[in-house]
């Protein structure tokens, strides 16, 4: 699996041993009206399709506004079987404007024998956009051969990533 950008990306990986492992962040200060944003990956590393498909492993996002004492789940990455694809996350942190926050990514093994990997690239914090922002995921877009007055027809996923309603019209 390549980063998601770049050349590098953090990778958690515990096989033969099960419990929590965290990634925690430096303290970050945290600016008015922000989000964190990230890309994840929760999977198989290899290339053999016989690999683990069942899901032993899941992933909490945590936020701590008290230097580590407690901690408040944000998001709890489980998927039902594992990720063949790198997933974004967007959480709004805006309640902790002003505080200065550690972020963890608590990683559960659950099994021993556990080949899920969790994978995470491009982790930012950012201020929220004002507006909507649309978002395009097409990995490739191949329409068929056409006649003249043709139609066809395509699956784009679109998502807002912004801080408004996304309206689309005719």
Not at 9 to 22: L, P
Not at 93 to 113: A, C, L, T
Not at 131 to 144: C, N, P, T
Not at 151 to 159: A, M, S
Request: negative net charge; hydrophobic residues 35%.
């Amino acid at each position: 699996l390549d980063a998601h950008s770049g050349t590098f990306a953090v990778r958690c990986n515990v096989w033969q041993h099960q419990g929590e492992y965290a990634l925690i962040s430096p303290r970050i200060f945290m600016p008015q009206n922000s989000r964190l944003n990230f890309w994840y990956y929760l999977g198989n590393m290899g290339s053999d399709e016989e690999e683990s498909k069942d899901l032993t492993a899941s992933v909490d996002v945590q936020i701590s506004d008290d230097y580590q004492q407690t901690w408040n789940t944000l998001l709890t990455v489980s998927p039902d079987e594992p990720q063949t694809e790198w997933q974004q996350a967007i959480i709004d942190i805006s309640e902790y404007f002003g505080d200065e926050v550690f972020v963890r990514f608590n990683y559960h093994s659950y099994s021993v024998y556990n080949s899920l990997n969790f994978v995470l690239d491009d982790f930012s914090v950012e201020t929220i956009p004002d507006g909507a922002v649309s978002q395009f995921e097409v990995g490739s877009l191949v329409f068929d051969t056409l006649s003249v007055n043709g139609q066809t027809y395509g699956y784009i996923p679109v998502k807002n990533v912004g801080g408004a309603d996304l309206v689309i019209d005719n």
